[in-house]
């Protein structure tokens, strides 16, 4: 009855010490948990805009593309957490600070919506530089999906600044613009389906 005991404890301190192991190391688990944090951000930010969009009068296509886009960055986020943690890192779940609440128009919130997506694409490049400098291969292939989102949400956003910048304050170009903005983002969705 001695050896098999023996050896299961044996077997048990081997599993504890696997666990132990990261393959992560902390530079780059770091720089992912920070990464996390940025795209929690982003769905706070994106849904604050949702709210404020939504007691705007007229604005029900818009209201939806941003609690739409507030989702996604949320599923982002959970990509991320499931990654670090399946990799013997663990992911932080961080605290956050309040958004901007308010804006004075549509074409601030969207300026705001692609300054923002422009800092997240600039997080990622240096998460990819991260892993490339640690010799993390698996990390950099995992980040290539953030890579190639980052593209479409940055060409989404500047596409519908373009777009306002155009119609400027007619009514009813605006009016047009609340109809279709759930196609122009369903058609860059289809899109990115097809890749
Ligand atoms: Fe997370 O994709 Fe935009 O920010």
Request: some cysteine; hydrophobic content about 45%.
């Amino acid at each position: 009855m001695q050896l098999p005991l023996h050896h299961a404890f044996i077997e048990c301190q081997i599993a504890i010490n696997l666990k132990k192991i990261t393959m992560l190391n902390d530079v780059m688990k770091d720089a992912l948990n920070a990464q996390v944090k940025m795209e929690a951000e982003s769905s706070q930010v994106y849904l604050a805009m949702a709210s404020w969009a939504e007691i705007q009068p007229g604005l029900e296509g818009v209201t939806q593309f941003f609690y739409r886009h507030s989702d996604e960055e949320r599923m982002h986020m959970l990509k991320l957490i499931g990654y670090i943690n399946e990799r013997g890192g663990f992911a932080i779940v961080p605290a956050l600070e309040q958004p901007q609440l308010t804006y004075p128009s549509l074409r601030h919130a969207f300026k705001e919506l692609l300054a923002h997506e422009i800092k997240v694409s600039n997080g990622i490049n240096e998460l990819v530089d991260i892993a490339l400098q640690h010799k993390d291969y698996a990390t950099h292939n995992f980040l290539q999906w953030y890579v190639a989102e980052q593209i479409e949400e940055e060409r989404l956003a500047r596409t519908l600044n373009d777009k306002l910048e155009m119609i400027g304050d007619d009514k009813s170009g605006l009016y047009l613009f609340d109809r279709d903005i759930l196609n122009v983002g369903a058609t860059q969705n289809a899109k990115k389906g097809a890749a």
